[in-house]
């Protein structure tokens, strides 16, 4: 995909703050420190669009962006950073499920692992419910640049154990190296049906 535009629209925590709107719309969702921002900012080819954080978990907010003036790009908090307040933890969960609930235009998600973990039984339950509104889900194994060939596909193995009828679905990632980047686009180009990119 070829980035012409990419800009901060605004920062939201709650539905009335959503900009209107109906691009079609991605979002991306990981826990703290996964790589999303980095993830993000190659992506649209920016380096600082998305903040990568440093102190990770701290920032709670919805934040959208517009790319290409076609599509628009929604960065979700991160979650389960063991040194945020308890409070903070405690307004992700409504934050986030309101916004995958009430989103009209949210056509994918794309959910960011490190490729050295294993989801967790939330991660779990959260991609399910995801794909029961009706919405794609694609999920990313980041940081690949940290493992050897064979440990690669050993954790590609376990992930598509989780997930076998997504094993299609894939798509392995890494922001030293960049691999995957026109992998994902091209993922995420079908899944908001955009042609011609
Ligand atoms: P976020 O909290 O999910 O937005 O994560 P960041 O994008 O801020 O990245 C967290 C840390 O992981 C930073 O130190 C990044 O430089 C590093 N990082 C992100 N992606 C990769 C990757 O693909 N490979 C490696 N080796 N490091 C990465």
Do not use: C
């Not at 990770?56 to 991160?78: A, H, K, M, W, Y």
């Not at 029961?132 to 940081?143: Q, Y």
């Amino acid at each position: 995909m070829k980035i012409i535009s990419a800009k901060f629209i605004k920062s939201a925590t709650n539905p009335s703050q959503y900009p209107q709107g109906s691009l079609p719309e991605i979002a991306f969702v990981g826990k703290s420190n996964v790589g999303k921002s980095s993830l993000i900012n190659i992506l649209v080819s920016r380096k600082k669009l998305a903040k990568t954080s440093a102190t990770p978990g701290r920032t709670q907010l919805i934040n959208f962006f517009e790319i290409n003036n076609r599509i628009s790009l929604v960065d979700l908090p991160g979650y389960g950073y063991a040194r945020v307040p308890h409070e903070i933890k405690k307004n992700w969960k409504p934050m986030v499920e309101n916004y995958l609930y009430q989103r009209k235009n949210l056509k994918s998600v794309v959910v960011i692992f490190d490729i050295r973990r294993t989801p967790s039984r939330d991660e779990f339950s959260m991609i399910r419910w995801i794909e029961e509104l009706g919405i794609s889900v694609l999920i990313v194994l980041t940081k690949i640049d940290k493992v050897s060939k064979s440990s690669l596909t050993k954790q590609k193995k376990i992930f598509v154990s989780f997930f076998p009828e997504k094993k299609d679905d894939f798509i392995v990632f890494s922001a030293i190296t960049r691999v995957g980047k026109e992998a994902i686009w091209k993922k995420v180009a079908q899944n908001i049906s955009l042609s011609g990119d």
